[in-house]
Nanobody, 115 residues
Framework: QVQLVESGGGLVQAGGSLRLSCTAS????????MGWYRQAPGKQREWVAS???????NYADSVKGRFVISRDNAKNTVYLQMNNLKAEDTAVYYC?????????WGQGTLVTVSS
């Protein structure tokens, strides 16, 4: 059984930074995709960023240039460094692990950006 635990959310002023972490436990294989999604109040969950192995990264246009996704395979942990945060970044952020056809989600961590 795979479990994902996120941390690092909180309240920050616009222009500030936060770093989210997501640690996976259980039967983890090195060949996987880890990603971050977010869901703002009243909106659908949307993809934010993903990282394949340790090198291939992709970002949504809305966060490109401000957010950086990285991972530490030895710790089974993925990070999301969020810089220059905006009010519209306010959302619950979820970590997702994809292993082939299987997907696992974390419980989410709330990020609130005050303007």
């Amino acid at each position: 059984q795979v479990q994902l635990v996120e941390s690092g959310g909180g309240l920050v002023q616009a222009g500030g930074s936060l770093r989210l972490s997501c640690t996976a436990s259980g039967s983890i294989f090195s060949i996987n995709i880890m990603g971050w999604y977010r869901q703002a109040p009243g909106k659908q969950r949307e993809w934010v960023a993903s990282i394949i192995m340790s090198s291939t990264t992709n970002y949504a246009d809305s966060v490109k240039g401000r957010f950086v996704i990285s991972r530490d395979n030895a710790k089974n942990t993925v990070y999301l460094q969020m810089n220059n945060l905006k009010a519209e970044d306010t959302a619950v952020y979820y970590c997702k692990l994809t292993l082939g056809r299987l997907e696992y989600w974390g419980q989410g961590t709330l990020v609130t950006v005050s303007s």
